[in-house]
């Protein structure tokens, strides 16, 4: 096949046009991106109908964006890139608490809340409380670090998808570490959920014969002085889904067991009924380079 008929002329002025871009890791990124991209034209003989279907689903992906929606995140979750650029980034370690994808609902700034708050302002759902550590890599306590959390309900809704119904906030809380690193608070347990579907990412997952749905899980980003934040989950151990995440975000370390726990003593200091539900979680940080 000639060189006109495969349009390597066309990628080699492409790449050519890239050699004067004054930052190194910005033109190493595009001429990787371009290179990929036309390959992928060419394996593919993508035609021009199939070209202009996917850039009118970018173009209603970038429109379904908004203050309190990222479709685009979606998008890359449900594609698992999200979270491939989390494992090629996220070496940890050893005994560092693993990454995961930051999802599309971080959107919004969670409230300042002290230790012990609950988090979950509407009730309703099975009372919980989520305690542990924030360490350093060689167990050392971090007092001070901060803990950011955010959850589903126990429908499986997040404050921003229901305006109106939640209340802002309502899952979130931003919490600091005691002196000895440690952080608790009181919440539901989470629900399993559906991923939103009623905007271009739903048409691909049921284009593809694929569910939307995540296993029920919390999410935590924790930082402290001297040490690489971490952004991860903490998912219910014996749920659904735990094998088939919609964003491929499931690792074995991050599956806790949110155990029926009979301790009046316990539940006293909480401020829940007894039972409860208790799901213990370390966050270990890994010292900066």
Sequence with gaps: MTTEATGAGVTEQALASLRGTADPRLRELLT??????????RE?????????RAIAFLTATGQACTDTRQEFILLSDVLGLSMLVETVNGHRAPGATESTVLG?????????????????????????????RVLSEDGTPLPGAVVDVWQADDKGFYDVQQPGV??????RGLF?????????????????YPIPTDGPVGGLLRATGR????PAHIHFIATAEGHTPVTTHIFVAGGDYLDSDAVFAVKESLVEDFAETDDPPLSREFGVPNPFRHARFDLVLERAA
């Design 44 to 52: 593919t003989r993508l035609t021009q109908e199939e070209w202009e």
């Design 104 to 132: 599309p609902f971080h959107m919004t700034q969670s409230p300042v809340r002290a230790l012990g708050d609950d988090i979950d302002l509407v009730g309703g759902g099975e009372p919980c409380v989520v305690s542990g």
């Design 176 to 192: 600091t570490a005691d002196t000895e690193g440690r952080f608790w608070f009181r919440t539901c347990v989470p629900a399993p």
């Design 211 to 214: 569910h939307p749905y995540r």
């Design 32 to 41: 990787g991106l371009v290179r990929h991209l036309h390959d992928f034209a």
């Design 166 to 171: 939640q209340p802002a906030g309502n899952g």
